[in-house]
C-alpha cells in the first residue's frame, strides 16, 4: 500500500488557518476591561440595593453613590461637600472599576492559556480587589466599617463577587480568540 502523504509532512498543514493569537492587542484588551469594569460597576450596586439597603438596612439607597467618598476621605468631608459627595463617590466607584477592569482583562489570557474558567478566576480576583482596596482605605484614615467583623468581611466578598464575575464573563467573551468557528457570530 502506497502513497506518497506523509504525517511528518507538509501535507498535513495544507489548508488549515494559521495559529491565531492567543495574546489579545492592548486596544482590544483595555476595551474589554473598561466594559466589563462599567458593567460590573453597575452589578455591584445593584446588589447593594437589593441586599445592603433592601435586606439588611444599612443605609439608605441615596447612600449607594456616596459611600465611596466617605470611604475614601471620611465622614466628614462626605458630609461637608454635600450633594457633591454624590458625584465624587460616583466618579471614584466608576474609576476604580474601570481600573480593576481593566487589569483583570491583562491578566485574563494567562489563565485562559492555562485552561481555567473566567468565574473561578472571578472569586479569587474578587477577594483580592476587596483585600487590597480596604487595606488602603484603613491606611489612609480611621473612618471605615469594622474590616474584622466577618459580617462586613462576607457582604464585601459577597458584593465584589457580583462585580468580579460580571466582569470575567464580559472579558472572557470580548478577548476569546477569533477562529473561523467563532468568526461566524
Known amino acids: 500500500m502506497g502513497g506518497d502523504f506523509s504525517a511528518s509532512g507538509n501535507d498535513v498543514n495544507q489548508g488549515l488557518v494559521p495559529a491565531v493569537s492567543d495574546k489579545p492587542g492592548l486596544n482590544v484588551t483595555i476595551r474589554a476591561g473598561v466594559i466589563g469594569g462599567l458593567a460590573g460597576a453597575v452589578c455591584i450596586w445593584i446588589y447593594e440595593a437589593l441586599i445592603w439597603v433592601g435586606a ?5 439607597l441615596a447612600g449607594i453613590p456616596r459611600n465611596a467618598t466617605g470611604l475614601v476621605f471620611g465622614k466628614a468631608v462626605q458630609d461637608s461637600l454635600g450633594v457633591w459627595a454624590y ?3 460616583t466618579g471614584i466607584h466608576f474609576f ?6 481593566i487589569l483583570f482583562a491583562m491578566i485574563w489570557p494567562y489563565f485562559r492559556r492555562r485552561g481555567y474558567e473566567a468565574t473561578f478566576v472571578a472569586l479569587f480576583y474578587a477577594m483580592f480587589a476587596w ?4 487595606v488602603a482605605i484603613i491606611i489612609a484614615g480611621d473612618n471605615h466599617p469594622n474590616y474584622y467583623d466577618p459580617v462586613v ?6 458584593s465584589h463577587f457580583c462585580f468580579t464575575v460580571t466582569l470575567a464573563l464580559i472579558v472572557k467573551r470580548m478577548l476569546a480568540p477569533v477562529t473561523p468557528e467563532t468568526s461566524a457570530r
Request: no cysteine; charged share 0%; hydrophobic share 60%.
Open 56 to 60: 439588611q438596612h444599612l443605609m439608605p
Open 87 to 89: 458625584f465624587l463617590g
Open 131 to 134: 483585600i487590597v482596596m480596604h
Open 153 to 158: 468581611i462576607i457582604g464585601g466578598f459577597m
Open 96 to 101: 476604580f472599576s474601570i481600573a480593576w477592569g
